[in-house]
C-alpha cells in the first residue's frame, strides 16, 4: 500500500472517530432535552357553593384526597399539568369532579420527574350518601373522620388507604396496588386485587366480607362478619382474631392460610399447594384431607363442621 494512501486512511479514521464522537454527544443532549423533563404543574381550585350529598370522582393518573374542610367551605384543588380539562360541579346533589386528558402524544414523550399531580376535595360535612371513585394511575386517601352510605372505588394502578366507615357497601377493586383498611365499620366489603397486597385491621362488618386476589399476600386482624369467602391464586392468607358468625370459606391455589383465634360456625378451606395451620376458639367436626403432607387436627366430636383439604401441604389446628 502506498504511503499516501496510508495518510489518507489514517486521516479518515480520525474524521471518523471525530465525527462518532459528536453523534454520541449530540444524542446525549438530545436524549437529556426530549426524553427527561421536570413536569411543569398548574394549581386549579374550584370553590363549590351547592349542597351535595353524593360524590363522584374521575380521573387519570392524579391520586386523590379526601379532606375535612378547615373553615366549612367545599373547594378542590387540581394540581395537574396544563393539558388536563378540570372540572367540580354539584349536579343533581352530586358532586361531580373530572380531570380528563387533552393531550397530545407528544406530550408525553420522555421521562418525567418531579411532584406528583394530585386532587384534594376539601369537604365541608363528614358524612354523605354515596362515594364513587374511577381512577387510572393513582393513589387515593380517604382518612377515618368521614362516613359513606355506599362507596364503589375502581382502580387500575395505585394504592389505596380507606379509613372511613360504611353503612352498606364498602366496594374496592384494584388491578395492580395495595389496599388498607383499618379501624372502620362497614355494613358489606368487598376487596378485590390481580397484583397486589390487601392489609385490615379492626373491621366490624355486619354482613358479607367477600375478597379476591389473583396474586398477593392477605393480612387481616381484629376482623368480624357474618359471613367469609376468599379466592385466590397465588400468596398467603393470615388471619388473626377473625370472627365469622356463619360460614367461613377460603380457596386458594399455591400459597399458605394461616388461623391464629379464629372461629366461625362453619370453615372450609382448600389449597392446592399450600399449608393450612392455626388456631380455632371452639370445638370443630374435622373433616381433613391431605394428598402429600402431615395431619395434626382435635379428635373433638362437637360443633360446626370444617372441612380442611390441601393436595401439597401440612394441616395443622389445634383448639385455643
Known amino acids: 500500500m502506498k504511503k499516501s494512501t496510508k495518510v489518507w486512511l489514517f486521516v479518515a479514521g480520525i474524521v471518523f472517530f471525530i465525527g462518532l464522537i459528536a453523534l454520541i454527544v449530540s444524542l446525549a443532549l438530545s436524549w437529556d432535552t426530549l426524553f427527561s423533563k421536570s413536569k411543569d404543574l398548574e394549581t386549579q381550585t374550584i370553590s363549590i357553593q351547592q349542597d351535595f350529598d353524593r360524590i363522584s370522582l374521575e380521573c387519570d393518573t392524579q391520586d386523590v384526597y379526601l379532606l375535612p374542610s378547615a373553615d366549612g367551605e367545599c373547594r378542590v384543588v387540581f394540581v395537574t399539568e396544563e393539558y388536563y380539562d378540570n372540572t367540580a360541579e354539584v349536579e343533581n346533589g352530586c358532586l361531580q369532579v373530572k380531570s380528563i386528558d387533552r393531550s397530545s402524544f407528544i406530550d408525553h414523550v420522555g421521562i418525567s420527574f418531579g411532584e406528583a399531580s394530585s386532587i384534594t376535595v376539601y369537604l365541608p360535612k363528614l358524612e354523605y350518601d354515596a362515594l364513587v371513585i374511577n381512577a387510572d394511575t393513582s393513589d387515593i386517601s380517604i382518612p377515618k ?158 360443633g360446626g363442621t370444617c372441612k380442611l383439604t390441601t393436595d401439597t401441604g401440612d394441616i395443622k389446628i389445634e383448639i385455643k
Open 145 to 302: 373522620e368521614f362516613s359513606f352510605g355506599t362507596v364503589d372505588i375502581s382502580l387500575t394502578t395505585g394504592d389505596t388507604s380507606f379509613l372511613a366507615s360504611v353503612t352498606g357497601l364498602l366496594r374496592i377493586h384494584a388491578t395492580t396496588g395495595d389496599i388498607l383498611l383499618e379501624n372502620l365499620s362497614a355494613g358489606e366489603l368487598d376487596l378485590s386485587v390481580d397484583t397486589g397486597r390487601i392489609n385490615g385491621n379492626s373491621l366490624d362488618c355486619a354482613g358479607a366480607f367477600t375478597l379476591s386476589v389473583t396474586t398477593g399476600k392477605v393480612v387481616l386482624e381484629d376482623v368480624s362478619c357474618k359471613s367469609f369467602t376468599s379466592t385466590g391464586n397465588t400468596g398467603s392468607l393470615s388471619l388473626t382474631s377473625f370472627l365469622v358468625d356463619e360460614m367461613m370459606s377460603i380457596r386458594r391455589t399455591t400459597g399458605d392460610v394461616k388461623l391464629d383465634g379464629c372461629d366461625a360456625a362453619e370453615l372450609q378451606i382448600e389449597t392446592d399447594t399450600g399449608d393450612i395451620t392455626g388456631s380455632l376458639l371452639t370445638d370443630k367436626i374435622f373433616i381433613v384431607k391431605t394428598d402429600t403432607g402431615k395431619i395434626q387436627v382435635p379428635e373433638t366430636t362437637a
